[in-house]
């Protein structure tokens, strides 16, 4: 069955550093996504992207985050200068139809 | 607003039980209605999905109901085992000219004892 993936699964890096998190969306997917959540608190909606844009960003979604479709498979997200608070795991998912589908996550950890 | 409340907040059953977890919300223009699993450190995974016009749903020991007219659902399990440990999420989307919001609960998580 068709899953969705992303890499790396944990990133520890310091803060004021830029991550870059990985994601390959199920492939015959067009619409793409990215969440949040920190320890022990519900998931959060970051951004939504089709067709080769942004369709919607939250509030969390600032001006140090952006996001990417570099190719035909990957779908990045990038932090430019992360911060303690930015400690969370971060997941992507797809869709085609009305439901998403989620990848495993990346637990991202800022010293 | 858009909301999901989801109770209880925490459970604890013993194996071979069954048990209920709840969720309401006021989510409008109403789409759909999943229920997850989330393993510990994992990504959510898809239990079921619920449109308007569907009252339960089923998958292995998993029921889902949806009373559109309370705006209320329910997870059934049945005969538990300990894998099922995990916390459960229920997410609404609301649906506007094919641009799909998805309001998350902050779901139940649920420990099932040996």
């Known amino acids: 069955e068709p899953e969705v993936t992303q890499t790396p699964s944990h990133q520890v890096t310091q803060m004021g550093q830029e991550v870059i998190l990985r994601c390959v969306p199920i492939s015959n997917h067009l619409y793409f996504y990215w969440y949040r959540q920190i320890l022990g608190q519900k998931v959060e909606f970051l951004v939504s992207f089709y067709n080769n844009e942004i369709s919607e960003k939250s509030e969390i979604f600032d001006d140090q985050f952006s996001v990417e479709r570099p190719d035909g498979s990957n779908f990045t997200l990038?932090?430019?200068?992360?911060?303690?608070?930015?400690?969370?795991?971060?997941?992507?998912?797809?869709?085609?139809?009305?439901g998403q589908f989620f990848g495993p996550g990346t637990r991202l950890t800022v010293l | 607003k858009n909301q999901v409340e989801q109770s209880?907040?925490?459970?604890?059953?013993?194996?071979?039980?069954?048990?209920?977890?709840?969720?309401?919300?006021?989510v409008s223009p109403f789409?759909?209605?999943?229920?997850?699993?989330?393993d510990t450190g994992r990504g959510p995974v898809s239990l079921t999905i619920m449109t308007f016009s569907e009252n339960?749903?089923?998958?292995?020991?998993?029921?889902?109901?949806?009373?559109?007219?309370?705006k209320q659902s329910s997870l059934h399990i049945t005969a538990s085992q300990l894998s099922d440990s995990a916390s459960y999420i229920c997410v609404v989307s609301a649906s506007t000219s094919g641009t799909y919001k998805y309001i998350f609960g902050t779901g139940t998580r649920l420990k099932v004892l040996a």
């Open chain 1, 78 to 98: 990038k932090i430019r200068s992360t911060k303690l608070e930015d400690s969370a795991m971060y997941f992507c998912a797809s869709r085609d139809g009305p």
């Open chain 2, 8 to 26: 209880p907040q925490s459970l604890i059953i013993l194996e071979g039980k069954n048990c209920t977890l709840q969720c309401n919300y006021t």
């Open chain 2, 31 to 38: 789409s759909n209605l999943r229920w997850y699993k989330q």
């Open chain 2, 56 to 70: 339960t749903k089923s998958n292995g020991r998993y029921t889902a109901t949806l009373d559109a007219d309370t």
